[in-house]
């Protein structure tokens, strides 16, 4: 989507029965250049029919959602020992909640399905996605549950020394719980979805046709639930680690990426991602294009938390937006350069048009 089509997306979200006309004097253009954007805007799938009626116009994320509690030392951390003058935080977290909320900043509508506990974490974890834009109205409130938290320790320079997590939750999101909401999944233009989900819940997800899959390894741990599924995948994205253990494939040199990502295409994936951390990233898809891509320049890093989670929503933002690969490896990694200047594992300044000039000045 480019810019100007953003801009039109959403005051027709403001203004459904505008006429091309109307729209043309709110942006001071000729209304043929109007026709031409709204014209755009339904070959791509986001309005439809009189009225502007917004047409598959959302993502379904579902996963988890947890409580981030994040600890940031203000010098490095002494194992065994008391560590004074940390300043601790706590945040909305969740890899898929997390994408959830980064898509919404960028102007897609997001639907979340996850659970949550009857708890003060349960309404807090609801009312702060909510504030970010994601439409919650289909999480499942777990009475006399506790809600999925995770604990992270940070060094100063923000890279993170340990982190624990209580996902018990997240082992009822169950099939019947997926079943129920089958119409909303069946009207996304894509799904997101998060590993540590039960097993028989993401096989019976990935079997719902027409609606394309992206999935974030997210950790080796999940491998063997991963591996069964590539078929049915539609994206994919890992990082060096997660990749190894996936493909068996030990990436010594830069032929070994190209290696590990045709051997998961040949496993029927559409296009894969593998992100290397400061060394940039790599991608591969069906139609033979590939791109390897140094990372964008950092001047300063405030914590490493929540740059994939960025990286995975921009990944999407450029599948829904028909960029080539190229621009959507770029603007990923400018996506998560972004968030790794913020010390909060989602930065609340992202949006597509910062994203956009933060790619263009690294040009």
């Given at each position: 989507?480019?810019?100007?089509e953003?801009?039109?997306l959403?005051?027709?979200k403001?203004h459904p029965?505008?006429?091309?006309d ?7 253009v ?5 026709s031409?954007?709204?014209?755009n805007?339904q ?10 009626i917004f ?16 600890a940031?030392?203000?010098a490095?951390?002494a194992?065994?020992?008391k560590?004074?003058n940390a300043v ?7 890899v ?12 897609i ?22 504030q970010a ?13 506790a809600?999925c938290?995770y604990?992270?320790l940070?060094q ?6 340990l982190?624990?997590?209580d ?13 129920s ?17 039960p097993k028989e819940s993401l096989d019976?997800?990935l079997?719902?046709e027409?609606v394309?899959?992206f999935?974030?390894v ?5 491998v063997?639930?991963?591996q ?8 994919l ?6 990749i190894?253990?996936?493909t ?7 032929k070994?990426?190209e290696?590990?990502?045709r ?6 994936v559409q ?7 400061e ?6 898809n069906q ?6 891509m140094p ?8 914590s490493?938390d929540g740059?994939?989670?960025?990286f995975s ?10 960029f080539?690969?190229?621009?959507t490896v ?5 996506a ?5 200047q913020c010390d909060?594992?989602i930065n ?16």
């Open positions: 989507m480019t810019k100007r953003f801009e039109i959403n005051y027709l403001a029965m505008a006429t091309q109307e729209i043309a004097q709110a942006f001071c000729a209304r043929s250049t109007i031409a954007h709204i014209s805007l070959s791509k799938g986001y309005i439809a029919g009189r009225g502007y047409n598959r116009d959302y993502v379904v994320c579902a996963g988890t959602s947890n409580v981030d509690v994040s940031f030392a203000s490095p951390l194992m065994h020992n560590n004074p601790v935080k706590m945040s909305a977290g969740g898929a909640r997390n994408i959830c909320e980064n898509l919404s900043r960028q102007g509508n997001t639907k979340m399905l996850t659970n949550v506990g009857s708890d003060g974490n349960g309404r807090f974890l609801i009312k702060a996605s909510r834009g994601i439409d919650m109205d289909h999480v499942q409130v777990v009475k006399g549950a809600s938290t604990i992270s940070h100063p320079n923000g890279d993170l020394a982190g624990v997590t996902m018990h939750l997240s082992q009822l999101l169950t099939r019947a719980y997926f079943q909401k089958r119409p909303v999944i069946e009207g996304a233009r894509f799904l997101v979805l998060s590993p540590c989900l019976y997800l079997h719902i027409g394309p899959c999935v974030d997210v950790s080796s741990e999940y063997p639930k991963v069964p599924l590539l078929g049915r995948l539609h994206t994205k890992a990082n060096e680690f997660e190894q253990a996936l068996g494939i030990e990436l010594r040199g830069e070994d990426l290696k590990s990502a051997w998961v295409l040949e496993h029927g296009q894969v991602f593998i992100t290397l951390g060394r940039g990233a790599y991608a591969q139609k033979g294009q590939k791109v390897r990372a964008p320049s950092v001047a300063h890093i405030a490493t740059a994939g989670d960025a929503a921009a990944i999407i933002y450029g599948a829904l937006n028909q080539s690969l190229t621009h770029a603007y990923a990694q400018s998560a350069a972004l968030t790794l909060s594992a609340p300044a992202l949006c597509a048009e910062k994203i956009l000039e933060f790619q263009g000045g690294q040009s």
